[in-house]
């Protein structure tokens, strides 16, 4: 029994509306969701792989050129989800945020990805620009990616370890080698 108390948080909405994120089955309702990328989120655990969950918590990430998939992760399953206000879209609530995410993932359908520039975030910045979230349109990737960093909440101990492990102990064995050589 608390097992499935700590699965799943039922979030109430100012509407009498119940939204559960299911870790277990990676329901993330209204949620941006990320993921670490290995080997580049292990030299810089700020940078990952980020999608945006529908009404119903199904993911959607822009995966690679062309490609927007559908809880399916290009890097894994979710290890942090942010959980954003329904009530601050622009619109009529869950109909106006999925249609966001739908228009959002069709446009991304048609470009190519590119790593530095259109990318994953990208796609979730579109997603909440179209529905002007926080009354705003002026979301991007570089502001995703702290506010992600700040408001994101760990899914689990494990998740957490999966993000920052590879960082601290590669950071450890740097300093043990730089200190060795300068022992000498």
């Avoid at 689990?156 to 601290?168: A, D």
């Amino acid at each position: 029994m608390a097992q499935e108390a700590d699965e799943i948080d039922i979030m109430i909405n100012y509407h009498g509306g119940f939204e559960k994120i299911d870790r277990k089955n990676s329901r993330y309702p209204y949620c941006v969701v990320w993921t670490p990328i290995p080997i580049l989120s292990w030299l810089l655990p700020f940078i990952g792989h980020m999608g945006i969950c529908t009404s119903a918590g199904v993911i959607r990430d822009f995966a690679g050129s062309y490609l927007v998939s559908e809880d399916n992760m290009a890097f894994g399953r979710p290890t942090k989800y942010w959980k954003l206000d329904v009530d601050k879209v622009c619109g009529t609530g869950s109909a106006a945020w999925d249609k966001a995410v739908h228009d959002a993932s069709e446009e991304y359908k048609c470009r190519p990805h590119n790593l530095c520039c259109d990318n994953c975030h990208s796609h979730v910045a579109l997603a909440l620009n179209l529905m002007r979230y926080d009354n705003r349109t002026s979301w991007n990737m570089v502001n995703l990616c702290l506010r992600s960093l700040i408001h994101g909440k760990h899914v689990s101990c494990v998740s957490f370890l999966k993000t920052w492990l590879p960082f601290l102990m590669l950071t450890g064995a740097l300093v043990t080698f730089i200190l060795t050589l300068n022992l000498h």
